[in-house]
């Protein structure tokens, strides 16, 4: 066998081998995605007060208000406002 076949088949088996490494890494990326698309569907995501106001598209002083009328639900955890991601959706389906 000569050395050019040599050299080639060696670069082959490790182009394979770069192969099966990124196909693996791909893999783990899709199963990554899929743990944050079920996370995010099952409503189990929390928003801050700042980041629930936003995601409504309204002011932190209105979400206040909403909350001291009873008009949304959060959870008091350490002194600060909770929403949980599912509570701040119904608010937006109630809108339309």
Known sequence: MSNE???QL???IK???LLEELIDEQKET???LAELIQKDSTGKENFNHKEASAFLGISPA???DMVSEKRIKCRKIGGKNLYHKDE??????DKK
């Open 5 to 7: 076949i040599k050299i």
């Open 62 to 64: 209105t979400l206040y």
């Open 88 to 93: 701040l959706e119904r608010i937006i389906e």
């Open 15 to 17: 182009l394979e081998s």
């Open 10 to 12: 060696e670069q082959n």
């Open 30 to 32: 899709n199963r990554l």
